[in-house]
């Protein structure tokens, strides 16, 4: 088969091999993978940033979408022919997050999707919904169940999103659109920053209630504030990191949620976090790591019922995965990026 596995780090380094067809062993499933969507953590994977240490070789992408070919005895949940997406950490099932549960993620702590076939253990799998095709299903695991826990399953408990919440979501990337498209489902009014009039235009084709270019003007939390009449957002998806978590801070409103989920960018060295702010508005700061497999079928379901479908900004060939890289580098997309692995 073909993959792309990361010897040495660097874009320039990721080269197509010939590798062996895994064998399926009792539990095991054999996913012949159609396509595979990019996530940051991916970026960061390929470039030696997310974890230096990793051992080489690794295929890199956590999610991907296929079908099962072939099973091993004993598997029961799915069947040769069954459409398929791998789940992000393939341990975590249901529960809360574990040290356990948050093991063997896909693409980091061992071989990811970026290969023409994928072996995978019944449970690290589940079915996607039947409108969806593999190209947009690829875009589920990580992305897609990132912001559902982030506004629904796993957000605030004390504050639960509920129609009339105004969410605040940064940028234009997968996990800000997925939760732009499930916030409306819910009911929500969904305000949104962009560095781009154009991207924030296309939003507003998506239900984005109002866009704020924070490259005119870096102060959004005060535009967040005077847009709610003074109170501030229930719940701001931060997907900045230290570069715009003060401006998340100031955007809340007192007894908000920050559903602090990226690293995009980074803070100014040295700069102090604003420990007051968050005790004196009683914020709510929740870390959200994707999900459970669970909180996947959850998402699914609702996917299914409105049928809802992933936005793609653009769709590589197998062989161009390492222009589909760049294209990530390049942080011009709208949406999620995809790989095309297998058309047929």
Same mark, same amino acid.
């Given at each position: 088969?073909?993959?792309?596995?990361?010897?040495?780090?660097?874009?320039?380094? *990721?080269?197509? &091999?010939? @590798?062996?067809?895994?064998?399926?062993?009792?539990?095991?499933? @054999?996913?012949?993978?159609?396509?595979?969507?990019?996530?940051?953590?991916?970026?960061?994977?390929?470039?030696?940033?997310?974890?230096?240490?990793?051992?080489?070789?690794?295929?890199?992408?956590? #999610?991907?979408?296929?079908?099962?070919?072939?099973?091993?005895?004993?598997?029961?949940?799915?069947?040769?022919?069954?459409?398929?997406?791998?789940?992000?950490?393939? &341990?975590?099932?249901?529960?809360?997050?574990?040290?356990?549960?948050?093991?063997?993620?896909?693409?980091?702590?061992?071989?990811?999707?970026?290969?023409?076939?994928?072996?995978?253990?019944?449970?690290?799998?589940?079915?996607?919904?039947?409108?969806?095709?593999?190209?947009?299903?690829?875009?589920?695991?990580?992305?897609?169940?990132?912001?559902?826990?982030?506004?629904?399953?796993?957000? #605030?408990?004390?504050?639960?999103?509920?129609?009339?919440?105004?969410?605040?979501?940064?940028?234009?990337?997968?996990?800000?659109?997925?939760?732009?498209?499930?916030?409306?489902?819910?009911?929500?009014?969904?305000?949104?920053?962009?560095?781009? #009039?154009?991207? *924030?235009?296309?939003?507003?084709?998506?239900? *984005?209630?109002?866009?704020?270019?924070?490259?005119?003007?870096?102060?959004?939390?005060?535009?967040?504030?005077?847009?709610?009449?003074? *109170?501030?957002?229930?719940?701001?998806?931060?997907?900045?990191? =230290?570069?715009?978590?003060?401006?998340?801070?100031?955007?809340?409103?007192?007894?908000?949620?920050?559903? &602090?989920? !990226?690293?995009?960018? =980074?803070?100014?060295?040295?700069?102090?976090?604003?420990?007051?702010?968050?005790?004196?508005?009683?914020?709510?700061?929740? !870390?959200?790591?994707?999900?459970?497999?669970?909180?996947?079928?959850?998402?699914?379901?609702?996917?299914?019922?409105?049928?809802?479908?992933?936005?793609?900004?653009?769709?590589?060939?197998?062989? &161009?995965?390492?222009?589909?890289?760049?294209?990530?580098?390049?942080?011009?997309?709208?949406?999620?990026?995809?790989?095309?692995?297998?058309? #047929?």
């Amino acid at each position: 088969m073909r993959a792309f596995p990361v010897t040495a780090f660097g874009i320039e380094n *990721l080269q197509l &091999q010939e @590798l062996p067809i895994p064998r399926v062993t009792p539990g095991t499933v @054999l996913i012949k993978v159609h396509a595979v969507s990019l996530n940051y953590r991916d970026l960061l994977m390929v470039r030696g940033l997310y974890n230096p240490k990793m051992p080489l070789p690794r295929i890199p992408c956590s #999610d991907g979408a296929g079908e099962v070919v072939a099973v091993g005895e004993d598997v029961t949940r799915v069947s040769i022919g069954d459409r398929v997406c791998g789940i992000f950490m393939q &341990q975590w099932l249901d529960g809360p997050i574990t040290a356990e549960k948050s093991r063997l993620a896909l693409g980091g702590d061992i071989d990811g999707m970026l290969a023409e076939y994928v072996l995978l253990p019944q449970d690290g799998v589940t079915l996607f919904p039947q409108h969806l095709t593999y190209e947009e299903a690829a875009t589920l695991p990580c992305a897609a169940v990132t912001a559902w826990n982030a506004l629904h399953y796993g957000g #605030d408990p004390v504050n639960p999103l509920a129609p009339g919440s105004t969410i605040v979501i940064q940028g234009t990337g997968g996990v800000s659109i997925f939760a732009l498209q499930f916030a409306k489902l819910f009911g929500a009014t969904v305000l949104g920053t962009s560095s781009s #009039d154009e991207k *924030l235009a296309r939003a507003q084709t998506l239900g *984005l209630d109002s866009g704020f270019n924070y490259k005119q003007d870096p102060d959004w939390a005060r535009w967040v504030v005077a847009s709610t009449q003074g *109170l501030g957002a229930d719940r701001i998806i931060e997907v900045g990191g =230290a570069g715009t978590f003060d401006q998340s801070l100031r955007a809340a409103r007192p007894g908000g949620t920050i559903a &602090q989920i !990226g690293v995009l960018s =980074a803070g100014t060295p040295g700069e102090a976090i604003p420990f007051p702010l968050i005790l004196h508005k009683q914020l709510r700061i929740q !870390g959200i790591y994707v999900g459970s497999r669970a909180i996947f079928e959850q998402m699914n379901a609702t996917i299914a019922q409105a049928q809802l479908r992933p936005v793609i900004d653009q769709v590589f060939a197998f062989d &161009q995965s390492p222009r589909a890289f760049r294209h990530m580098q390049d942080a011009a997309h709208f949406g999620k990026i995809v790989i095309r692995v297998s058309a #047929d």
